[in-house]
């Protein structure tokens, strides 16, 4: 049972938008800065979301993020077939003095 | 270019021990926290250990509090993980992971990984 909560699974077509919820609390998302991850089938994880919005470079402006109160989001917009990937959230939780991630949600683009 | 590469995972037998090691290059290693983080077969991300820059702060995860040691030597630009008293949970991957900046959690590379199968 992961402390950050996210949908198992998320579906849509292609150029289509999805958005990827995580659920947490006041002593993690509501008090510490959300990451976003990408991790496409085989491969290490890879960093698309930092301190709650803000994308790496070279990280397309079709990937998004948000947070309010004690939850985040990542969106996706104009949905690919590369896109297919598990996509996970993680944030410092400050009453467990650790780092803690969302169990992890399985994109399918259809 | 910035690159993390693991080595040391394997086979080892529950109660073993096995030391990971993380080789650095292309950043200035000992300006940067450093994470392990680990992800059993067909399983989602468990963070695992932290070290500050100096090596003065420690964290660890519940799950291997007491059993795993997180050390860096930063003159080798290396990163390191000593796991005693393995057990069956503990097989995983594992990946060395540099972090944006303190205060945050932004794991911006990461390593290919090493894996370790606890097993008799």
């Known amino acids: 049972q992961s402390v950050l909560t996210q949908p198992p699974s998320v579906s849509a077509a292609p150029g289509q938008k999805v958005t990827v919820s995580c659920s947490g609390s006041?002593?993690?998302?509501?008090?510490?800065?959300v990451s976003w991850y990408q991790q496409l089938p085989g491969t290490a994880p890879k960093l698309l979301i930092y301190?709650?919005?803000k994308r790496p470079s070279g990280i397309p402006d079709r990937f998004s993020g948000s947070k309010s109160g004690t939850s985040a989001t990542l969106g996706i917009t104009g949905l690919q077939t590369g896109d297919e990937a598990d996509y996970y959230c993680?944030?410092?939780?400050?009453?467990?003095?650790?780092?803690?991630f969302g169990g992890g949600t399985k994109l399918t683009v259809l | 270019e910035v690159q993390l590469v693991e080595s040391g995972g394997g086979l080892e037998q529950p109660g073993g021990s096995l030391r990971l090691s993380c080789a650095a290059s292309?950043?200035?290693?000992?300006?940067?926290?450093m994470h392990w983080v680990r992800q059993a077969p067909g399983k989602g991300l468990e963070w695992v250990s932290y070290?500050?820059?100096?090596?003065?702060?420690?964290c660890y995860a519940d799950s291997v509090k007491g059993r795993f040691i997180i050390s860096r030597d930063n003159a080798k630009n290396s990163l390191y993980l000593q796991m005693n008293s393995l057990r069956a949970e503990d097989s995983a991957i594992y990946y060395c992971?540099?972090?944006?900046?303190?205060?945050?959690?932004?794991?911006?590379?990461w390593g290919q990984g090493t894996l370790v199968t606890v097993s008799s």
């Open positions: 992971v540099r972090d944006i900046r303190v205060g945050a959690v932004n794991f911006d590379y």
């Open positions: 292309g950043f200035s290693f000992s300006s940067y926290e």
């Open positions: 070290i500050s820059q100096s090596g003065s702060t420690l």
């Open positions: 006041s002593s993690n998302i509501g008090n510490n800065y």
């Open positions: 301190d709650n919005n």
């Open positions: 993680g944030t410092w939780d400050s009453s467990l003095s650790e780092v803690v």
